[in-house]
């Protein structure tokens, strides 16, 4: 961390680095990142369990990463 190189965050009073803390878990709580983060296993299954997911990986398979990524980009993949 930056700031453990030169003390500064080490020399921090106790109170304001846990003030500091739930501020910025409020503001992430507020924000519905944590909420959003919920859904990123579920659309990760979606994504590659469904069969367009499968068809892509066997592509990719087929092909390389770069070619089958250019073919989605450009609307050429089936």
Same mark, same amino acid.
């Given at each position: 961390? !930056?700031?453990?190189?030169? *003390?500064?965050?080490?020399?921090?009073?106790?109170?304001?680095?846990?003030? &500091?803390?739930?501020?910025?878990? &409020?503001?992430?709580?507020?924000? *519905?990142?944590?909420?959003? &983060?919920?859904?990123?296993?579920?659309?990760? *299954?979606?994504?590659?369990?469904?069969?367009? *997911?499968?068809?892509?990986?066997?592509?990719?398979?087929?092909?390389?990463?770069?070619?089958?990524?250019?073919?989605?980009? !450009?609307?050429?993949?089936?």
């Amino acid at each position: 961390m !930056l700031f453990e190189k030169d *003390g500064r965050m080490a020399s921090s009073p106790i109170n304001q680095l846990a003030m &500091q803390r739930m501020l910025i878990n &409020q503001a992430v709580k507020v924000s *519905g990142i944590m909420t959003t &983060q919920r859904f990123a296993p579920i659309f990760d *299954g979606i994504s590659h369990h469904s069969a367009e *997911g499968v068809s892509f990986k066997t592509r990719v398979e087929e092909v390389g990463w770069k070619h089958a990524v250019s073919e989605r980009d !450009l609307g050429t993949f089936n």
